[in-house]
T-cell receptor
């Protein structure tokens, strides 16, 4: 059974810092990995999608890497801002078809002005 | 991009009543949609997989008679919480994937906060 773990569970940093969020998964046979952002009481916003054949994806200040063989992914946030405060969720898709995502418990990020 | 519309966003109901939550794919067809539940400060837990034109597949521990799922068209899936009780209070969220999308990522609805009093 696929399990996704995110470390740390919570993180508080001053504005402007660069930070790394970690995600690990037990079964390396994934189709893709997706990072989401969730604001309190809200739905999920997709940040980055990495296919299993890719090593990284970038969007603005965000960079996600994937090491499929070791079952790890990181989300790098550069020059953090208070608006980045949210819960960041990592999820993996196991097959190419319509299979559900398996989520980690998330990292709650607070960026202090 | 692929958009999933979910409503209502919030609902408060009395114990014993039923509540219907709708999930629509606005610009793509979704033969499969997924329903998740999220308790405070917890991650999303899959409840069931909704299949267009056939019965939903429920995860272990999820009562199919309590959480009725209907997926009658390629763009609409509904979740009905029957005879709701306070312990059913949670955040419910649906998801679908537009297989014709370039990135094959999943899109989520905005969620429904259910409070049973």
């Amino acid at each position: 059974k696929q399990e996704v773990t995110q470390i740390p569970a919570a993180l508080s940093v001053p504005e402007g810092e660069n930070l790394v969020l970690n995600c690990s998964f037990t079964d390396s046979a994934i189709y893709n990995l997706q990072w989401f952002r969730q604001d309190p009481g809200k739905g999920l916003t997709s940040l980055l999608l990495i296919q299993s054949s890719q090593r990284e994806q970038t969007s603005g200040r965000l960079n996600a890497s994937l090491d499929k063989s070791s079952g790890r992914s990181t989300l790098y946030i550069a020059a953090s801002q208070p608006g980045d405060s949210a819960t960041y969720l990592c999820a993996v898709s196991l097959l190419a078809g319509n299979t559900p995502l398996v989520f980690g418990k998330g990292t709650r990020l607070s960026v202090i002005a | 991009g692929a958009v999933v519309s979910q409503h209502p966003s919030r609902v408060i109901c009395k114990s014993g009543t039923s509540v219907k939550i709708e999930c629509r794919s606005l610009d793509f067809q979704a033969t499969t949609m997924f329903w998740y539940r999220q308790f405070p400060k917890q991650s999303l837990m899959l409840m069931a997989t909704s299949n267009e034109g056939s019965k939903a597949t429920y995860e272990q521990g999820v009562e199919k008679d309590k959480f009725l799922i209907n997926h009658a068209s390629l763009t609409l899936s509904t979740l009905t919480v029957t005879s709701a009780h306070p312990e059913d209070s949670s955040f419910y969220i649906c998801s679908a994937r537009a297989v014709v999308a370039v990135n094959y990522g999943y899109t989520f609805g905005s969620g429904t906060r259910l409070t049973v009093v």
